[in-house]
Structures are given as structure tokens and as C-alpha cells.
């Protein structure tokens, strides 16, 4: 699955009127990346709270409010290098936290010590580690001079967007199953639907970035031989 740049930019477009009005109402771009990291950070301490469902819908909504800085920072001419900076920057802390809320809403659990919750934790640490070299990777990439533009925002399985739609509906699924375990008095407590719906989500994330990662590697690789060797480090 893989999102083209010019579906990209048609979904960006779809977005540009909403994204003026909130600049019509005094909000810049910058400003627009700090509210949406900061709709993150909110779905990312619902999360952490246990509140599983409602912290789902904060993330996307964070996600997708992202959009709006870049759309009315092009539709209004005010793009600045600094901004795509902020953006980017904001983009990964607002990630960091939703992983850094489903860990602690994992620990958090009665049943943390359960080796099923514990090997959760671990993934979503793996999936968060792979989300930051998907985006490392573009941006050596791209410091480098290979695919220039948007060249290597196209490549792999899972980019931003991709991991955005995937945990945000491993929360809200997981939240209406219920994720964590049955409190029973007596007797075995096994997990809850929604865990394995969780679990789940955090795999393909894990699994899908790193793959996208070595996607990257490849591309440069393909590039570095046809261009020879070049003086870099």
C-alpha cells in the first residue's frame, strides 16, 4: 500500500478551503502545526489513560489536521523552509507520543506483568523505532541529493499516512472490543478482542516500516551506483 504524491496532493486540495478559513481566523501555518501536535499529544495521554477508543479518534483527527498547515502555507504563499522544518520536526514528536501513550496504557494494565502485554510493549517499540528511520532515511536520502523533490516520500510501504490509518484504527477498533484483560475473580483471564486487534496494528507498523526502510536503502543503493562514488560522510 503505498500513497502516490499526486494522491497526495488531491487530498491537500480537498483540504485548502477548511485550511484558509482557519487562517482567516488568524492562525498561521506554524501555529497549525503546534495545535495538531498538540491533538496528538492529547489522543496520546487519553491513550496512555486507558481511554483506548477516544484516544484513537484524538490521533486521527491530530494526523489529519497536519494536513492543514502545509495547504494554507502554499495556498497563501507563506512557505518557508523553517516551516517545513517545524512541520517535520512536530510531525515526529506528535508520532513519539501516541507510541509513548500505547506503552504506558499497556504498563498501566492490571495485568502488566502478563508476557503477552510485555511482548506488546516491545513491539510498539519496534514500531516506533522503525516509523523514526522510515523518516531518517528520506531525509539523508534527500540531504544527499537522491530522490530529489517528493522522489522518496512515494516509496515503500508505509509512510506517514499509511502508519497514521493503521494505528489510529488498531485504537478505535481495539477500543470498541476492548483491549487488556477481563478482570475475573477466579480462573485464567484471557485477553480481550481488541488486544490482538492492537497487537495487530502494531505489527504491520513494525513489520511494514522497517520493510520501507530497506526500500529506501535500495533506491539509494540503485542511485549511488549509476551517479559513482560520491564524497558524503
Do not use: H
Request: net charge positive.
Amino acid at each position: 500500500m503505498t500513497i502516490s504524491n499526486e494522491s497526495r496532493d488531491r487530498i491537500k486540495k480537498a483540504f485548502e478551503p477548511l485550511a484558509l478559513g482557519l487562517g482567516r481566523i488568524g492562525l498561521t501555518p506554524n501555529a497549525l502545526t503546534l495545535v495538531g501536535f498538540g491533538i496528538s499529544v492529547a489522543g496520546a495521554v487519553l491513550v496512555a489513560a486507558g481511554l483506548w477508543l477516544a484516544g484513537g479518534v484524538v490521533v486521527f483527527l491530530g494526523g489529519a489536521f497536519d494536513m492543514f498547515d502545509g495547504t494554507l502555507a502554499r495556498a497563501t504563499g507563506r512557505v518557508s523552509p523553517f516551516g517545513a522544518f517545524l512541520d517535520s520536526v512536530f510531525d515526529r514528536c506528535g508520532e513519539a507520543a501516541v507510541f509513548v501513550g500505547v506503552t504506558a496504557g499497556l504498563i498501566g494494565s492490571p495485568y502488566a506483568y502478563d508476557p503477552f502485554l510485555g511482548a506488546m510493549a516491545i513491539l510498539t517499540a519496534w514500531a516506533m523505532a522503525a516509523a523514526f528511520l522510515v523518516s531518517y532515511a528520506r531525509a539523508r536520502a534527500e540531504g544527499l541529493g537522491f530522490a530529489p523533490g517528493k522522489g522518496m516520500a512515494e516509496i515503500g510501504l508505509m509512510p506517514r499516512e499509511v502508519r497514521l490509518i493503521v494505528i489510529s484504527l488498531g485504537l478505535v477498533i481495539g477500543g470498541i472490543l476492548g483491549i487488556g484483560y477481563p478482570l475475573q475473580v477466579g480462573g485464567q483471564a484471557t485477553p480481550l478482542a481488541g488486544t490482538f486487534v492492537l497487537a495487530g496494528a502494531l505489527a504491520v507498523i513494525a513489520v511494514g516500516a522497517t520493510i520501507t526502510v530497506a526500500q529506501r536503502i535500495l533506491i539509494v543503493r540503485r542511485q549511488a551506483g549509476r551517479e559513482g562514488p560520491r564524497a558524503d560522510r
